[in-house]
């Protein structure tokens, strides 16, 4: 496949003058809808700003290379732009960008294309080639440059040879979609070491699998071992080798500096342990990297809260189906949920994955901190806190306890002989880690802890009609305020800890509070139709149908789009839907599904009667705040 083949002419544009990065990625997505590939462009467009917020796609030298990868993308596409003024794109270098290639992937297992966009991008590393790009009088000019350079360019597996005595260096390249990155930081490693005149081999990892493997023979035989990656890669193949570990990005801007150091052995040893030894900067603020630490734990204690609550609501939904529960003995009602068989099964098999929640939580936290070592001594420490009292709080704190006591042992330890210190993943993390986390919960986390989270839950269930209301609208406003962000994520693990404490009516209002945004804004592009642009129109009313599976992201691109005046109007129907979820008395046991577990809501018609007031709020708003599209 030739790159020309995905790069549609109707997609290429020699005189657009964007004025922001914002305003270029938007040109960028109408010319690549232009060639009839993209079949939902705000969902492709949501996936192009997403890759936007983990690293920017403006790798240097005026050139930028943003991508979405989506089932919005029916074949694989380019879309071309050249800035002849340049602008602004948050660059590895600063520079503004004046050449724009925007990739669109579909989700299919036919990964060819990706062969093409590897090649392209390894392309875009040859200056004369970009100048000329960027110089063109016609679009036939430019079709024809990238076809003559895509038939001169012979397919390359990133080795390059040298003499006998040169160093020989090894490298791993990796982007979190694959597409791009990847492939340039490979071709500037190269490069740099042709021009030094040291050997190596890179190996590629992206969408399409790894290539060019490292062999084992070849990793013995290496002076120096550079990762350039931002994705997960392979690292205990490399114990007791020298190695530079740095974003994808220092591949394609700093490649040279990259190749002098491992020339020179300037690089710490790598140990299996996950970590090389010597400090390194992390990315991002001490607060980015906490919330990051958060968020593993989160995520992957979600499908055993989600699993488990859902369960466990089915088997109250089964009883309550089943007696009469104004007939029941005051002992009878304590067990409700566990009356009838095949409730009791099922409240069984909840409670036991919702049981998992916080030792889960807490080991993933740990391990985020501290790596593999950490996560036996994270979920001991989960488990102190979930039959302690200081519950989702401890849990919490022993998440961070233990990665960072990890941290420190692997300090301590690395000055012991190499025989012993091989026995430390195996032998003295655990042993030393669980003691330490264990004295540490039972007598300075559990005391103070569990009276302040008892205190909270004891609050939670006592609070009046008012301070309830209040409440509903804090959590349920905090759900739109960014809409899968740090405070959206706040309130939701609020509401899972709720949970956990019997404190059910507080999911329900969360959980509402997510549903509002999508579908105010469905609504209102159906009533306010000159306040939206055609595209928006289009792709509104599907957000009915995630706003009521509860996936408040649907709201994303419009509220990118206009923020001052969309998350206003989303904040408030939230928390108007809220305070009525907590004024009606709403429950929910289920910590996810929307309106698919409406049937194990506590007061189902009234939390419906909500949604529908909190949605009605939004819409109204969104038209009166919104001013009319251009």
């Known amino acids: ?98 050449l724009l290639f925007l990739i669109a992937a579909p989700n299919t297992k036919d990964n060819v294309h990706l062969e093409v966009l590897s090649k392209l991008s390894a392309m875009l590393m040859d200056e004369d080639f970009v100048d000329s790009l960027k110089n063109v009088q016609s679009v036939d000019e430019f079709m024809k440059i990238i076809d003559k350079a895509d038939e001169e360019r012979v397919e390359t597996e990133y080795t390059v040879e040298s003499g006998e005595n040169a160093k020989k260096i090894l490298a791993v390249t990796s982007c979190p979609t694959g597409i791009a990155h990847t492939y340039m930081a490979a071709e500037g490693l190269e490069k740099a070491a042709k021009e030094k005149g040291c050997s190596i081999k890179v190996e590629t990892r992206g969408s399409g699998g790894a290539k060019n493997v490292l062999t084992e023979e070849e990793i013995k035989e290496a002076d120096c071992i550079i990762v350039a990656a931002d994705a997960k890669v392979p690292m205990d193949r490399f114990n007791g080798k020298k190695l530079i570990e740095c974003p994808v990005s220092d591949g394609i801007s700093k490649a040279d500096v990259l190749i002098s150091r491992a020339m020179s052995g300037d690089a ?10 010597t400090e390194t900067k992390k990315s991002g603020s001490f607060g980015h990297q906490i919330y990051v630490h958060l968020m593993n734990g989160v995520s992957n204690m979600l499908p055993f809260v989600v699993g488990g609550g859902i369960l466990i609501a089915l088997a109250f939904l089964i009883d309550g189906m089943s007696v009469d529960i104004n007939s029941l003995t005051a002992e009878a009602r304590a067990s409700f949920g566990t009356i009838t068989p095949v409730a009791a099964l099922l409240k069984g098999i909840g409670g036991l994955a919702f049981g998992f929640m916080l030792p889960i939580l807490s080991g993933f936290i740990a391990m985020s901190i501290g790596d593999r070592p950490a996560l036996a001594v994270g979920f001991v420490g989960g488990a102190i806190a979930a039959n302690g009292k200081s519950g989702f709080l401890g849990a919490l704190l022993a998440g ?22 091989k026995l430390a993943p195996v032998l003295l993390y655990p042993l030393f880690g669980i003691a330490f986390i264990g004295l540490i919960m039972n007598f300075l986390v559990e005391p103070p802890v569990g009276i302040l989270n008892t205190a909270l839950n004891e609050g939670l269930a006592g609070m009046g009609g008012s301070s309830k209301i209040l409440l509903g609208i804090v959590v349920a406003g905090m759900m739109a305020v960014d809409m899968g962000g740090p405070f959206n994520k706040a309130a939701y693990v609020f509401g899972t ?6 404190n059910y009516d507080v999911m329900a209002a969360v959980m509402i509070g997510g549903m509002v945004p999508p579908c105010a804004i469905a609504l209102a592009t159906m009533l306010f139709k000159n306040k939206f642009t055609k595209a928006e129109r289009e792709s509104g009313p599907a957000n009915f149908i995630m706003g009521l599976a509860f996936i408040t992201e649907g709201a994303i691109p419009f509220a990118a789009a206009d923020p001052l005046h969309v998350l206003p109007a989303c904040i408030a129907g939230s928390g108007v839907a809220g305070a009525l979820s907590m004024a009606f008395g709403c429950t929910l046991m289920a910590p996810h599904g929307g309106i698919f577990v409406f049937p194990v809501v506590g007061n189902a018609m009234m939390y419906l009667a909500a949604l529908a007031v909190g949605t009605i709020v939004g819409t109204v708003l969104l038209g009166v705040l919104k001013k009319p599209a251009k």
């Not at 938007?26 to 809808?33: F, H, K, N, P």
């Open 1 to 98: 496949m030739r790159i020309t083949e995905l790069l549609d002419r109707r997609s290429i544009a020699l005189d657009k003058t964007p004025k922001s990065k914002q305003e270029a990625l938007d040109m960028a997505v109408e010319l690549m809808a232009k060639s009839g590939k993209i079949s939902d462009i705000e969902a492709y467009r949501k996936q192009v700003y997403l890759r936007e917020e983990e690293s920017t796609t403006g790798v240097g030298e005026g050139i930028a290379i943003p991508h979405g990868r989506c089932d919005a993308v029916n074949a694989p596409g380019l879309a071309a732009m050249v800035i002849k003024d340049g602008v602004d794109f948050d660059s590895l270098d600063d520079q503004p960008v004046t």
């Open 268 to 277: 710490p040893v790598y140990r299996a342990t996950g970590e090389v030894q």
């Open 400 to 421: 961070f306890i233990a990665g960072y006591i990890i941290v420190l042992l692997r300090k301590a330890f690395s000055k012991l002989p190499d025989t012993i210190e």
């Open 497 to 502: 800890a709720s949970i956990a404490a019997g």
